[in-house]
């Protein structure tokens, strides 16, 4: 070690072994004693103890048919009903935001003519129960009888007819979504961008929409599991979901709480994956900033 070096040692241990000690409280100087939160700890024992109560309930109370839940949790019938649940979650997905995309572009377009059509659709379908859609389409054919030579009950079938209902109701959302995340983005962007000779879609597809889908992630994820529960009012029309199904077992077996457990666990199992994907791609759009430390 050089010569150098073992001075820097040196003056660095006697700066330690000389560092002045804190100074001292003194007796007649009243005391710092943090504050105790009474409230909170007791009201945090009192919401312990209301769980508590609620879980010993469920978990004793023999009327839940724990027994029955376990059987009928993975027969091939509920399996069958929830894999229809989340084909029917993906697809919607997919074509409303195919869709929305499209029509906030409309919105934010400079045509009047794409504007007022965009903006009518978003207020019109925003507007109308998902329930009536689903209902009004069921009962198209009283209105056209046949649709491109075919009888419309041969077209439209239940699981066509839920398709578009939801994938209608979805993009009215998907649309203010995707037009909240393109405004989110710097104008200055852009304009650079097109200074660099970039052409719009270009811009579109490479600078503007990578920085919107931070904005866009955190709604379109909630829309997701929103869809995957509201999926289920689908029943309504006899397509065999995952509710449906459960309902066609206890209509036959009269053991109706059991049967819509299983629903419930089943929803609650794809939700919480569901939220951990979510989880882990808003912190892939969001490096960078706050939101991902």
Same mark, same amino acid.
């Given at each position: 070690?050089?010569?150098?070096?073992?001075?820097?040692?040196?003056a /660095?241990?006697?700066?330690?072994?000389?560092?002045?000690?804190p100074?001292?409280?003194h007796?007649?100087?009243?005391?710092?004693?943090?504050?105790?939160?009474l409230?909170?700890?007791t009201?945090?024992?009192?919401?312990?103890?209301?769980?508590?109560?609620v879980?010993?309930?469920v978990v004793?109370?023999?009327?839940?048919?724990?027994?029955?839940?376990?059987?009928?949790?993975?027969?091939?019938?509920?399996?069958?009903?929830?894999?229809?649940?989340?084909?029917?979650?993906?697809?919607?997905?997919?074509?409303?935001?195919?869709?929305?995309? /499209?029509? !906030?572009?409309?919105?934010l377009?400079?045509?009047?003519?794409?504007?007022?059509?965009?903006?009518?659709?978003?207020?019109?379908?925003?507007?109308m129960?998902?329930?009536?859609?689903l /209902?009004?389409?069921f009962?198209?054919?009283?209105?056209?009888?046949?649709?491109?030579?075919v009888?419309?009950?041969?077209?439209?079938?239940?699981?066509?007819?839920?398709v578009?209902?939801?994938t209608l109701?979805? !993009?009215?959302?998907a649309?203010?979504?995707?037009?909240?995340?393109?405004?989110?983005v710097?104008?200055?962007?852009?304009?650079?961008?097109?200074?660099?000779?970039?052409?719009?879609?270009?811009?579109?597809?490479?600078?503007?929409?990578?920085? !919107?889908?931070?904005?866009i992630?955190?709604?379109?994820?909630n829309?997701?599991?929103?869809?995957?529960?509201?999926?289920?009012?689908?029943?309504?029309i006899?397509?065999?979901?995952?509710?449906?199904?459960?309902q066609?077992?206890?209509?036959r077996t009269y053991?109706?709480?059991?049967?819509l457990?299983v629903?419930?666990?089943?929803?609650?199992?794809?939700?919480?994956v569901?939220s951990?994907?979510?989880?882990?791609?808003?912190?892939?759009?969001?490096?960078?900033?706050?939101?991902?430390?």
């Amino acid at each position: 070690m050089s010569s150098d070096a073992l001075t820097k040692a040196d003056a /660095l241990t006697e700066a330690a072994v000389h560092r002045p000690d804190p100074p001292r409280q003194h007796p007649d100087e009243p005391r710092v004693v943090p504050r105790r939160h009474l409230g909170q700890w007791t009201a945090a024992a009192l919401v312990i103890a209301a769980l508590a109560l609620v879980l010993n309930s469920v978990v004793r109370n023999d009327a839940f048919q724990w027994s029955v839940v376990g059987d009928y949790f993975t027969t091939a019938a509920v399996l069958r009903g929830l894999w229809l649940t989340l084909w029917l979650t993906a697809a919607v997905m997919v074509l409303g935001f195919a869709l929305g995309t /499209l029509l !906030a572009l409309g919105r934010l377009s400079a045509n009047p003519v794409l504007r007022a059509v965009s903006w009518g659709y978003v207020w019109f379908f925003r507007s109308m129960p998902i329930l009536v859609q689903l /209902l009004f389409w069921f009962n198209i054919g009283a209105l056209y009888p046949t649709l491109l030579g075919v009888r419309t009950a041969d077209l439209l079938g239940p699981v066509t007819i839920a398709v578009i209902g939801l994938t209608l109701h979805e !993009a009215a959302y998907a649309a203010e979504v995707v037009r909240g995340g393109i405004l989110s983005v710097d104008r200055g962007q852009t304009e650079a961008a097109q200074s660099l000779g970039l052409g719009r879609l270009r811009r579109f597809r490479r600078i503007v929409l990578p920085q !919107a889908m931070r904005s866009i992630v955190p709604p379109a994820g909630n829309m997701l599991i929103g869809t995957l529960k509201g999926t289920s009012i689908v029943s309504v029309i006899a397509v065999q979901d995952l509710l449906y199904s459960v309902q066609l077992v206890y209509h036959r077996t009269y053991q109706v709480i059991p049967l819509l457990l299983v629903a419930t666990l089943w929803y609650v199992v794809v939700t919480s994956v569901l939220s951990v994907g979510q989880y882990y791609v808003e912190r892939h759009y969001a490096r960078g900033s706050e939101l991902a430390r």
